[in-house]
Nanobody
Framework: QVQLVESGGGLVQAGGSLRLSCAASASTYAMAWFRQAPEKEREFVAAISRIGGNTNYADSMSGRLTISRDNAKNTVYLQMHNLNPEDTAVYYC????????????????????WGQGTQVTVSS
């Protein structure tokens, strides 16, 4: 069983930046961030492979994100820039135990551990 704990969310003005963190209780696998805005379905944001540092980003946010990981700390980060009110959502960290070492899955069904989420609110 892997426990994931997100942190770093909060209130930020449009154009601002935030860095989210996800601490895992054990060595993990492919990791990703998803988000769910009010009255919308949860959607993929970014993923990083277990090894090799391969990354994958949602087209809607590409260019404004950097996902990274520190395997020594079992922690994944999501740096977000130039945020806008449409980015307001609960951001979830997820871990995939089945993904291949260099894979960056974008489907929620490929992730079997999830954090509780951290709220990001962007004011206009």
């Amino acid at each position: 069983q892997v426990q994931l704990v997100e942190s770093g969310g909060g209130l930020v003005q449009a154009g601002g930046s935030l860095r989210l963190s996800c601490a895992a209780s054990a060595s993990t696998y492919a990791m990703a961030w998803f988000r769910q805005a009010p009255e919308k379905e949860r959607e993929f944001v970014a993923a990083i492979s277990r090894i090799g540092g391969n990354t994958n980003y949602a087209d809607s946010m590409s260019g404004r994100l950097t996902i990274s990981r520190d395997n020594a700390k079992n922690t994944v980060y999501l740096q977000m820039h130039n945020l806008n009110p449409e980015d307001t959502a609960v951001y979830y960290c997820a871990a995939s135990t089945a993904a291949l070492s260099f894979a960056t899955p974008i489907s929620q069904s490929q992730y079997d551990y999830w954090g509780q989420g951290t709220q990001v609110t962007v004011s206009s």
